[in-house]
């Protein structure tokens, strides 16, 4: 049997108000792969997880394949990729428990609310609690969600993310605003994650490569809506690179499976 790539782009390009934002951009994941998207400011890199969520159509050329499918339902979409970012947190309502909030994954809802269209059952709960556990959260369960810590708040949003069993889950900058102790906590609950049994595969986008861990082993790298280098991390993250990413002359230092920028 052939082998489906998760996810597929080919020569996606999108304009808005006559300014190319993506041209271009050519990205294939496969099943179980962990990638890493770098690129400053202004690189296109929301846009392209807009397009890879559904939220977002190529309006200037490509084809998008989720699976080997270019047509899709968009409602079994949303369950198949998850997208976690900043901006959904400040969407849950803040005295919602951990627990709940988690368990609203199932049913893409914004605070959980019973209703016709079904109600969680003991096993929701179950898998709620398990994956909080991934997180180190079990013991934040009952806690309300607006009383979490910032880092805190992304574990569960990535906890809950995994209540449909999505194949792709999307981390748009999930440390921007940390302090640095609170990064490290994150980064070092997502290194236990990304070794667990069966999770799905994780797209880690920043423009920071020192979050970049040693199990994102692959790297789309963005500049002005084009892709620079994608591949292996390892050969991509080089000093020239990054000169040519952020215009500053720079050296990197790695130490145990990470990259460090240092200004020359």
Same mark, same amino acid.
């Given at each position: 049997?052939?082998?489906?790539? #998760? %996810?597929?782009?080919? +020569?996606?390009?999108?304009?808005?108000?006559?300014?190319?934002?993506?041209?271009?951009?050519?990205? /294939?994941?496969? #099943?179980?792969? +962990?990638?890493?998207?770098?690129?400053?400011?202004?690189?296109?890199? *929301?846009? %392209?997880?807009?397009?890879?969520?559904?939220?977002?159509?190529?309006?200037?050329?490509?084809?998008?394949?989720?699976?080997?499918?270019?047509?899709?339902? %968009?409602?079994?979409?949303?369950?198949?990729?998850?997208?976690?970012?900043?901006?959904?947190?400040? !969407?849950?309502?803040? $005295?919602?428990?951990?627990? $709940?909030?988690?368990?609203?994954?199932?049913?893409?809802?914004?605070?959980?609310?019973?209703?016709?269209?079904?109600?969680?059952?003991? *096993?929701?709960?179950?898998?709620?609690?398990?994956?909080?556990? !991934?997180?180190?959260? #079990? =013991?934040?369960?009952?806690?309300?969600?607006?009383?979490?810590? !910032?880092?805190?708040?992304?574990?569960?949003?990535?906890?809950?993310?995994?209540?449909?069993?999505?194949?792709?889950?999307?981390? @748009?900058?999930?440390?921007?605003?940390? @302090?640095?102790? =609170? $990064?490290?906590?994150?980064?070092?609950?997502?290194?236990?994650?990304?070794?667990? +049994?069966?999770?799905?595969?994780?797209?880690?986008? /920043?423009? +920071?490569?020192?979050?970049?861990?040693?199990?994102?082993?692959? *790297?789309?790298?963005?500049?002005?809506?084009?892709?620079?280098?994608?591949?292996?991390?390892?050969?991509?993250?080089?000093?020239?690179?990054?000169?040519?990413?952020?215009?500053?002359?720079?050296?990197?230092?790695?130490?145990?499976?990470?990259?460090?920028?240092?200004?020359?």
């Amino acid at each position: 049997m052939k082998k489906v790539s #998760a %996810l597929e782009m080919r +020569h996606v390009s999108y304009v808005v108000n006559h300014k190319r934002i993506l041209d271009s951009v050519s990205w /294939t994941v496969e #099943a179980g792969e +962990h990638w890493a998207i770098l690129g400053p400011n202004g690189s296109g890199k *929301t846009t %392209l997880l807009k397009i890879a969520c559904g939220y977002l159509w190529p309006n200037d050329g490509g084809e998008v394949y989720r699976k080997g499918q270019d047509l899709i339902n %968009l409602p079994e979409l949303r369950k198949s990729i998850g997208w976690v970012t900043a901006t959904l947190a400040a !969407q849950i309502p803040t $005295r919602e428990k951990a627990l $709940r909030t988690v368990v609203s994954g199932k049913f893409a809802q914004i605070g959980l609310v019973e209703g016709p269209w079904g109600a969680p059952n003991r *096993t929701d709960y179950l898998h709620a609690e398990q994956y909080l556990g !991934q997180m180190d959260c #079990a =013991a934040l369960r009952d806690q309300e969600f607006g009383t979490l810590s !910032q880092g805190e708040q992304q574990k569960v949003l990535i906890a809950r993310a995994r209540m449909t069993k999505p194949y792709l889950i999307f981390l @748009d900058e999930p440390c921007a605003g940390l @302090d640095p102790g =609170a $990064r490290e906590n994150f980064l070092a609950t997502l290194r236990k994650l990304g070794k667990a +049994h069966k999770v799905p595969s994780l797209i880690y986008v /920043t423009h +920071h490569i020192e979050e970049i861990l040693p199990l994102f082993r692959k *790297t789309l790298v963005l500049k002005g809506g084009k892709v620079l280098q994608s591949g292996s991390t390892s050969a991509i993250l080089k000093p020239d690179l990054l000169e040519q990413l952020y215009n500053v002359s720079l050296t990197i230092a790695k130490k145990k499976g990470r990259y460090w920028p240092i200004v020359k």
